[in-house]
Each structure stands twice: as structure tokens, then as C-alpha cells.
């Protein structure tokens, strides 16, 4: 079993910055692609971003490419999501995902979900 655990959310004004962090116990990490997805008020569970367990390869959605950058610490059993340039749209609860194996963050094919961290971006 893995407990992944988010933090980081907080709330922040349009074109600030946040850094959120999944911190996994019971396992290592280090073998799953790991990944963001956030879920707005009344709105359905989208992808945001994922990085497979090297670290060598990263996925944005559009929305968010070029401006959020996923990474990972393996010695830390940690990823992170940094936000740059955060607009309100991107308001929601960002959830953790991890993944052993299968189409990269298919949502049916996720092993492990966090519980979630509240970002409110106000304009």
C-alpha cells in the first residue's frame, strides 16, 4: 500500500505562485508514474500534469504547459508541482495520483489517490 499525502494549496492571487507537494509512505515512489489532477467546484476530475518515475519524461495539459512544472525527489519520496502564473480557473482541490503501470493517468487505471489540497486562485 501507498498513502499519498498533498500540501502545499493555500489561497493566492491571480499570477502568484505555489509550490504543492505528494509525499508517498508505505512504498517507494520510485517505481510509479506519478501526476496531478485537480477538480473544480462542480466539475468533473481533470489532468493536470504527470512524470514517470525516472524523472525522464513529463506530460502537461495544455492549460497549464508553460506555466506549472512537475518534479520528483525520489531520496524523498516526493513530487512536487510547482504553479506559476496561477489564474482563477485554476481554482480547485488538486489531487495526487500514483500509478504502477498502464496508459499514463488513465483515471481507471490509478492505484493510489491522496486526499487532496484546496487552492483558491482569487482575481
Known amino acids: 500500500q501507498v498513502q499519498l499525502v498533498e500540501s502545499g494549496g493555500g489561497l493566492v492571487q491571480a499570477g502568484d505562485s505555489l509550490r504543492l507537494s505528494c509525499a508517498a509512505s508505505g512504498r517507494t515512489l520510485s517505481r510509479y508514474i506519478t501526476g496531478w489532477f485537480r477538480q473544480a467546484p462542480g466539475k468533473e476530475r481533470e489532468f493536470v500534469a504527470y512524470?514517470?518515475?525516472?524523472?525522464?519524461?513529463?506530460y502537461y495539459a495544455d492549460s497549464v504547459k508553460g506555466r506549472f512544472t512537475i518534479s520528483r525527489d525520489n531520496t524523498k519520496n516526493t513530487v512536487y508541482l510547482q504553479m506559476n502564473s496561477l489564474k482563477p480557473e485554476g481554482t480547485g482541490v488538486y489531487y495526487c495520483?500514483?500509478?504502477?503501470?498502464?496508459?499514463?493517468?488513465?483515471?481507471?487505471?490509478?492505484?493510489?489517490w491522496g486526499q487532496g489540497t484546496q487552492v483558491t486562485v482569487s482575481s
Open positions: 512524470i514517470t518515475w525516472s524523472g525522464t519524461t513529463t
Open positions: 495520483a500514483g500509478q504502477i503501470s498502464g496508459v499514463p493517468m488513465a483515471v481507471g487505471q490509478i492505484d493510489y
